[in-house]
């Protein structure tokens, strides 16, 4: 890779479902990186559909990318498995905020592991590329549970877009890049 794909980049990638932002954050980690983690913070289950999709995903990112499934710990996952790397992708955030959130994690706890999350893409030495969705576009949701991630979810896309140094916004499959 040439000289300025080498130095530390931190990247948000946001925007609503199905907008790119997944194939926007590959693609951008593939024409600059070699060495890749790919952090599936999604829990499958035994959910047959999402099976299908993870598989579907993988196959599209195919074998030169190293997967690790986290759930909950991905501030752990930038402090210990940077060694064999050059760039982290945590894909997503807000799969993440959902299991923090199943977990029966407080408000203040959660934005704790959000600040938490913040230090650990500081601190981390190689590059960091999050995904998250953009979930306050629309109507105020009708219960309090979807109230709570909405807000919950646009607090963390602040705090980690304030974080990295490049924010890219997704709609229509096209980015507007936001810093």
């Not at 930038?78 to 408000?107: A, F, G, H, Y």
């Not at 190689?126 to 549970?145: A, D, F, M, Q, T």
């Amino acid at each position: 890779m040439e000289g300025d794909n080498k130095r530390k980049q931190t990247l948000l990638v946001v925007g609503g479902c199905r907008s790119g932002k997944s194939r926007f954050a590959e693609q951008w980690i593939n024409e600059r990186f070699d060495r890749k983690i790919y952090v599936a913070t999604t829990v499958v289950g035994d959910d047959e559909e999402m099976k299908r999709r993870v598989k579907h995903h993988q196959n599209l990112r195919g074998a030169d990318w190293q997967t690790l499934e986290e759930p909950c710990d991905v501030d752990g996952i930038l402090q210990r498995n940077t060694l064999q790397t050059e760039v982290v992708l945590i894909d997503c955030l807000t799969l993440w905020l959902t299991n923090l959130l199943l977990k029966n994690l407080s408000d203040s706890l959660i934005l704790e592991k959000v600040a938490d999350l913040a230090a650990a893409i500081e601190a981390c030495p190689v590059s960091v590329v999050l995904v998250s969705n953009e979930v306050g576009l629309g109507i105020v949701p009708e219960s309090p549970l979807a109230r709570r991630f909405r807000d919950l979810a646009g607090w963390c896309n602040q705090q980690i877009g304030t974080q990295c140094e490049k924010v890219v916004f997704m709609a229509a499959g096209l980015p507007l890049y936001l810093k």
